[in-house]
C-alpha cells in the first residue's frame, strides 16, 4: 500500500523567511503532484512533476523531484502572507489502467507579519 | 470552459437518508474520480472511472456507489447515510494519456446527523 507523508504538518513562518515542505513516498512513481487548497475551497494544482530530477518554479514556490530517494519538496522563498494555504502532495504510482492519486495529510502553512 | 461541477454546495442529512452527489465535466475527460476529505485530512479516493460505463473501487468505497452512464457525469450515492460519512466530497477528472493532472469541483459539505 503506498504511503505518503508530508512534513511538518504545520509551518508557522514569518514574511520574508524561506522554507521547505517535504513529501516522502513509499513505493515507486515519477508521477507527483502538488496542489494547494485555502480553507473551506477546492484545491488548486500547483506543480506535476513526472520525471526524476523534475524541478518547477512559479513565484516563490519552486517544486523538486528525486524517484530514487522518493522525495519531493516544495521551497517557498521570501514567504508572503498570500502563501497562507495548505499544501497537499500526491503520487500516482502509475500501476493499473486509472491515475488514482494518494495524498498526503497535507502540511498548513501560516505567514505572519 | 466550466470545468467540474458538483451539485449541492451543502447537504445535511439524517442517519439512514439517501442521497445523490452531481458532478458533471465539460473538458471531456475520460478519467473522473470521487474523494471524501475528512477534517484536517488528505483525499482519500471513493472511486474512480476511466469511461462510460467503466466504474471500479478505491481506497473507501464502502456505502457509496456510483455509475458511469456518459463521459460527462458521474454521480456518487449515498446509501442509508451514517454520521461516519460526515465530510466534504469532491469530483475530479483528468485526461488520460497526458500528464494526468487532476482538476477539482468546488466540493459537497456533507453532514449526516
Known amino acids: 500500500e503506498l504511503k505518503v507523508e508530508q512534513n511538518p504538518l504545520f509551518l508557522s513562518m514569518q514574511e520574508g523567511k524561506n522554507y521547505t515542505i517535504y513529501c516522502n513516498y513509499s513505493t515507486t512513481s515519477d508521477r507527483l503532484y502538488w496542489y494547494r487548497q485555502d480553507p473551506g475551497k477546492s484545491l488548486e494544482s500547483l506543480f506535476v512533476?513526472?520525471?526524476?530530477?523534475a524541478v518547477k518554479q512559479e513565484g516563490r514556490l519552486m517544486a523538486s523531484l528525486d524517484t530514487k530517494a522518493r522525495l519531493s519538496t516544495l521551497h517557498i522563498t521570501a514567504a508572503v502572507h498570500d502563501l497562507s494555504a495548505t499544501y497537499f502532495c500526491?503520487?500516482?504510482?502509475?500501476?493499473?489502467?486509472?491515475?488514482?492519486?494518494?495524498f498526503g495529510t497535507g502540511t498548513r502553512l501560516q505567514v505572519t507579519l | 470552459n466550466a470545468g467540474v461541477t458538483q451539485t449541492p454546495k451543502f447537504r445535511i442529512l439524517k442517519i439512514g437518508q439517501s442521497m445523490t452527489l452531481q458532478c458533471t465535466q465539460d473538458?471531456?475527460?475520460?478519467?473522473m474520480y470521487w474523494y471524501r476529505q475528512d477534517p484536517g485530512m488528505g483525499l482519500k479516493l471513493i472511486y474512480y472511472?476511466?469511461?462510460?460505463?467503466?466504474?471500479d473501487k478505491g481506497e473507501v468505497p464502502n456505502g457509496y456507489n456510483v455509475s458511469r452512464s456518459t463521459t460527462e457525469d458521474f454521480p456518487l450515492r449515498l446509501e442509508l447515510a451514517a454520521p461516519s460519512q460526515t465530510s466534504v466530497y469532491f469530483c475530479?477528472?483528468?485526461?488520460?494519456?497526458?500528464?494526468?493532472?487532476?482538476?477539482f469541483g468546488p466540493g459537497t459539505r456533507l453532514t449526516v446527523t
Open positions: 473538458m471531456n475527460h475520460n478519467y
Open positions: 475530479a477528472s483528468t485526461l488520460a494519456g497526458g500528464s494526468y493532472e487532476q482538476y
Open positions: 512533476l513526472l520525471s526524476n530530477g
Open positions: 472511472s476511466v469511461g462510460a460505463g467503466i466504474t
Open positions: 500526491a503520487v500516482d504510482p502509475g500501476t493499473g489502467t486509472a491515475s488514482k492519486l494518494t
